[in-house]
């Protein structure tokens, strides 16, 4: 598998990517605010999005956010979001190479630590994120959601 950051053309193949990562989501807005959410993206230092092509097609991806920091020795802190690996190709190491691939470029970046929330509950899910070298004891998680 290559990996890479994606760039403003992987767009439609990541949209199609992202239909194995919920078994159902909200429906996408217009294909206008897509791309200027894109265009956001594509724009800022702070935001990656990187990509796992087997024969040219994309098969895994995640994102990571870089966030700036004042303490920690005003080192920044990451934030991974949106793992997903095409259902035919799971259980391939794929998720785990790009998952270190990301973190390998937090380090880079001067991260002092990167952050993953899942939902998942299944014990395989927990072991993947594991064998990529996150702790699930290090911190527990809170998450709030507007009412509604």
């Known amino acids: 598998m290559d990996i890479r950051q994606l760039a403003k053309d992987d767009l439609p193949a990541l949209l199609r990517l992202y239909r194995?990562?919920?078994?159902?989501?909200?429906?996408?807005?217009?294909?206008?605010?897509?791309?200027?959410?894109?265009?956001?993206?594509?724009?800022?230092?702070?935001?990656?999005?990187?990509?796992?092509f087997v024969g040219g097609a994309l098969v895994s991806s995640c994102t990571i956010s870089i966030i700036p920091n004042l303490t920690r020795g005003c080192k920044p802190y990451g934030v991974i979001e949106n793992v997903v690996t095409q259902a035919d190709h799971r259980r391939r190491g794929y998720g785990t190479d790009i998952l270190r691939f990301v973190l390998s470029h937090a380090w880079s970046a001067g991260c002092y630590k990167v952050?993953?929330?899942?939902?998942?509950?299944?014990?395989?899910?927990?072991?993947?994120?594991?064998s990529a070298g996150f702790d699930p004891d290090e911190k527990h998680a809170f998450v709030a959601k507007p009412a509604g």
């Open 115 to 130: 952050m993953l929330l899942t939902g998942r509950k299944d014990e395989a899910t927990l072991r993947f994120y594991r």
């Open 20 to 52: 194995h990562l919920h078994s159902s989501d909200a429906p996408l807005p217009s294909q206008t605010e897509i791309d200027a959410v894109w265009a956001e993206i594509m724009s800022s230092d702070r935001f990656r999005y990187f990509g796992g």
